[in-house]
């Protein structure tokens, strides 16, 4: 693979803001949720999944003598945060979180799944567990979100009738 350092090198400076749009994304939604607990929960557990593929990458980044780009971080951050008060407004607030969570994971998925090509094809074994832990924790985010709509919906449609519409 010609020039598989800087493409990896760029991959992972990718990944590492990918991470903090994700925790930009998450934490807001966390603090606004009121009437579903399950929903609070796991996306608690995935900001500390997140901190953790945080720390994974920086620790594979300054295995290659690199470190994470601010300027990418800080971008990416505040796209997050846009994004997050872009659905604050709708009276249908958390599903629609649940299905740009869901679309998210899945970009997480398939940059995880290029920067293991990367790492496979390019000669970085080294880096291999880290990011397959990233991708596990992505995939069952990801599997989570699907397993839970039909619930979600159920749950938002009796809480609209009962005249919770507001709460998220
Ligand atoms: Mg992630
Ligand atoms: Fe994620």
């Known amino acids: 693979m010609a020039d598989a350092r800087s493409i990896f090198v760029t991959g992972l400076k990718n990944a590492h803001a990918m991470e ?5 994304i998450m934490k807001p939604q966390v603090s606004r949720i009121e009437n579903y607990p399950e ?6 557990r995935h900001i ?3 901190e953790g593929q945080i720390d994974r990458l920086e620790t594979i980044l300054s295995g ?18 846009m994004a997050a008060l872009g659905h604050t407004m709708a009276p249908d607030e958390i599903v629609k979180n649940s299905f740009a969570n869901f679309a998210f994971e899945n970009y997480e998925i398939a940059a995880y799944k290029s920067l293991m090509t990367v790492a496979e094809l390019g000669g970085f074994p080294e880096a291999m567990s880290g990011l397959k832990a990233n991708l596990e ?5 990801a599997r989570w ?7 979600l919906t159920m749950k938002f449609a ?6 919770a519409s507001a709460k998220v």
């Open 145 to 151: 979100i699907e397993n839970n709509l039909r619930s």
């Open 20 to 24: 903090n749009q994700a925790l930009s």
């Open 158 to 163: 009796s809480l609209k009738e009962a005249g």
């Open 64 to 81: 290659l003598s690199e470190s994470p780009s601010t300027m990418k971080d800080m971008a990416l951050s505040m796209g997050g945060s």
């Open 137 to 141: 924790e992505e995939e069952s985010m």
């Open 39 to 44: 929903v609070a929960d796991m996306l608690e």
């Open 48 to 50: 500390r999944e997140t």
